[in-house]
């Protein structure tokens, strides 16, 4: 069964640092995700990409995060500075279309990141 | 703009009990669609169900079953027989329009089943 996968399963950073957080989609899907879920609360939205480009991003995706599909398979997750804020588990997801009418987007198991 | 309430904080129940988690939506667009995951102590989201605005039929999958009911924008999710296998958090999430899909998740119910 298609699963999307994302690496490393656990982070640990020192605060400042750069992170990247990696995700291999389903291999056919055209739309990626990433959220965000501090311990214990909700999944939030962080940035939609589509056809090599962010089509929306929450308040929360600053210029302290960016997105990159480098090849045809990966699509990762960059954090510039880490803050402690930032400690958090973030899941990658994929979907063959936009609309939530055609499609579920398919999770992965999540990274998570703690900055210390 | 979108909200998802998920007033039940952490239910607990024991085995063989039906639980029902709560979920109220708010939302003025006409076409939306509604969500229920499942994140298991292991961490990942397992998609459960999607039910769109304009399908207000109950769906039951073995013992899963949901109550979706446009007039008190709700789309309850009920456990028949729980089990210890069921014990997570179980989301409900809210998707607007056919822009794109960006499910605003609510803040979760968490359920124990105790054998």
């Known amino acids: 069964e298609p699963e999307v996968t994302q690496t490393p399963s656990h982070q640990v950073t020192q605060m400042g640092q750069e992170v990247i957080l990696r995700c291999v989609p389903i291999s056919n899907h055209l739309y990626f995700y990433w959220y965000r879920q501090i311990l214990g609360q909700k999944v939030e939205f962080l940035v939609s990409?589509?056809?090599?480009?962010?089509?929306?991003k929450s308040e929360i995706f600053d210029d302290q995060f960016s997105v990159e599909r480098p090849d045809g398979s990966n699509f990762t997750l960059k954090i510039r500075s880490t803050k402690l804020e930032d400690s958090a588990m973030y899941f990658c997801?994929?979907?063959?279309?936009?609309?939530?009418?055609?499609?579920?987007?398919?999770f992965g198991q999540g990274t998570r990141l703690t900055v210390v | 703009a979108q909200k998802v309430t998920q007033a039940q904080t952490e239910i607990s129940v024991v085995e063989k009990e039906d639980v029902t988690l709560d979920c109220v939506y708010e939302t003025r667009d006409t076409t939306y669609y509604l969500f229920w995951y499942k994140q298991p102590p292991s961490g990942e989201l397992v998609f459960l169900i999607r039910r769109n605005s304009f399908d207000e039929q109950n769906e039951i999958s073995g013992r899963y079953s949901w109550n979706f009911q446009k007039s008190t924008s709700s789309f309850n999710f009920t456990i028949t027989a729980s089990q210890v296998v069921d014990s997570a958090v179980y989301f409900c999430?809210?998707?607007?329009?056919?822009?794109?899909?960006?499910?605003?998740f609510g803040r979760g119910t968490s359920l124990i089943v105790h054998p």
């Open positions: 990409f589509y056809n090599n480009e962010i089509s929306e």
């Open positions: 997801a994929s979907s063959a279309w936009a609309t939530a009418q055609n499609t579920e987007a398919f």
């Open positions: 999430a809210l998707s607007e329009g056919a822009g794109s899909y960006i499910p605003t």
